[in-house]
């Protein structure tokens, strides 16, 4: 997934005088680090802008979890040379995963890059932009030890909005065979829960109703620390804080979906009736190749008990089709458990081999069509369930956070509790209120609705 680059926020520091242009690849965490990079270099007087042709400095913050979204960012660096003006020493830079990866060599390969820092290495972001301006190159990669990292959490003061991303923990222990983000991102570590929860209490200040909990897997939050609650405790914390009125977590990994996270849906009012639980295949065999550490049947134990925790709750999913060893048999099996749980919405991949995984030494059998006949399958199955589950929404009464204005004229839009996007006949006024809203189309990404 691209992300649309970051524009448009409040800068409440020094006056700008200098412009950011940044373009995110990739997941939530991206996005996150991005608008953290956004607050730090407010500091340095850079105020964001959409047009790189404007910029002062172009970050490309990126991603390697597939082959194509690293090439995807090969091209955009290629790209970017047009922008490198004469007369004026417009600073290059690229973070996240694929400067992990490659380091110095990106340097290597292209001359007019200025700045490389890796997902450790945010902190460093000001002190090599004041470099750059005097026009040195470096690349900062060294993954830091846990210590300093719990200092070092993003918190981003001043873009004033709604519905914020709170990181809990970063990094990944889990090696999944297929998984490059263990490699680049680190260690997996959670962040203090005193720290996490002043930042809420500060968010709800400063006018943010939800806030959306971020890590690769937040379920094991705080079970490799003796002095932190488990993840459904932190819940029950930050749904004490007044002002936040919507809660929603993400990643989720299906090993570490306790019994206490599944009755949170139960007992706190403020979360939302919303998971994104990957399952990545319906396959034991594949699983087992995966070492995702669950089986089909415990998946779907899992998602029977969310089921019964909160009826109407919304389960979305990622799926990786043509994993290396996947028979027909397999692949029936990931179509079957579509059908049993019943995603609203699916994330679904062909898999990418990744430099440096156990799977990337696994034979593959598969060819691109193969792999490709598979996916449009997965696809049209998902489609017709997602429409199905939304036709049952068709009168329903939804309250919809109100967040900016819709795509046609005179209307807003916000989001259901659900998580989906509901657009609405309103005045730009509803912005930042809870409304009714009775829906009346169902599409496949959102609805569309009448305030009653
Ligand atoms: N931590 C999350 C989890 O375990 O579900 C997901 C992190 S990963 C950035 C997002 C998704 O990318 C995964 O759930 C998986 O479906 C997909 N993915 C990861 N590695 C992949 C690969 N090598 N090829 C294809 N898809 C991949
Ligand atoms: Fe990757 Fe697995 Fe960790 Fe998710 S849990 S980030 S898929 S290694």
């Known amino acids: 997934m691209t992300l649309k680059p970051l524009v448009a926020y409040k800068v409440p520091f020094a006056m700008p005088d200098k412009l950011l242009y940044i373009e995110t690849f990739g997941c939530q965490m991206n996005v996150n680090d991005s608008e953290r990079i956004v607050t730090m270099l407010a500091d340095l007087g850079y105020a964001p802008t959409g047009d790189p042709a404007f910029a002062d400095m172009i970050l ?3 991603c390697s979890v597939r082959g ?18 004469d007369g004026k020493s417009q600073i290059i830079g690229v973070g996240g995963c694929v400067a992990q990866q490659e380091g110095e060599e990106l340097l290597k390969k292209f001359p007019y890059l200025d700045l490389v820092f890796g997902t450790h290495n945010l902190h460093l ?9 005097r026009g040195e190159r470096r690349s900062e990669t060294s993954f830091i030890d846990n210590d300093q990292r719990l200092d070092l959490f993003p918190s981003i003061k001043g873009q004033t909005r709604l519905s914020r991303f709170v990181t809990v923990m970063q990094g990944c222990d ?3 065979s297929y998984c490059i983000v263990p490699f680049v991102r680190g260690r997996e570590i959670s962040r203090r829960s005193a720290d996490i929860l002043d930042e809420v209490r500060q968010l709800a200040d400063e006018g943010v109703r939800e806030v959306v909990l971020l890590g690769q897997n937040v379920n094991s939050y705080g079970l490799k620390s003796d002095n932190e609650p488990t993840f459904a405790e932190l819940l029950r914390m930050v749904a004490e804080i007044s002002g936040i009125e919507r809660i929603r977590f993400t990643t989720s990994h299906p090993r570490d979906m306790s019994d206490e996270l599944i009755a949170c849906f139960s007992d706190i009012p403020k979360l939302c009736g919303q998971i994104h639980l990957p399952a990545q295949s319906g396959s034991d065999d594949v699983l087992k190749l995966m070492k995702r550490g669950y089986s089909r049947s415990s998946y779907l134990e899992r998602v029977q008990k969310l089921k019964e925790s909160r009826r109407d709750i919304a389960i979305t999913g990622d799926i ?3 994993f290396p060893g996947e028979s027909d048999d397999d692949f029936e099996q990931t179509l079957s458990l579509l059908e049993e749980v ?5 994330f679904s991949f062909i898999y990418s081999s990744r430099p440096g995984t156990k799977a990337a030494e696994f034979h593959e059998e598969l ?8 996916l449009d399958r997965l696809m049209e199955l998902q489609k017709r369930i997602t429409r199905e589950i939304c036709q049952t929404y068709l009168g329903s009464i939804q309250k919809v956070m109100v967040e900016g204005v819709g795509k046609r004229p005179a209307q807003v839009s916000g989001k259901a ?4 996007i509901v657009n609405f006949s309103g005045d730009s006024g509803l912005i930042g209120s809870f409304v009714d809203v009775r829906i009346t189309q169902a599409y496949q990404n959102s609805f569309l609705g009448e305030q009653i």
Do not use: W
């Open 342 to 346: 019943r995603y609203i919405d699916l």
């Open 125 to 133: 972001l000001p002190d090599m932009v004041r470099g750059a301006e």
């Open 68 to 85: 194509g979204a690293e090439e995807k960012v090969y091209k955009r660096l290629a790209n970017l040379r047009i922008y490198k003006r």
């Open 417 to 420: 509790d659900n998580g989906r």
């Open 367 to 374: 060819t691109r069509a193969q792999k490709i006949t598979r």
């Open 320 to 322: 990786i089709v043509g």
């Open 60 to 62: 490309l913050n990126t």
């Open 174 to 176: 889990n090696y999944c």
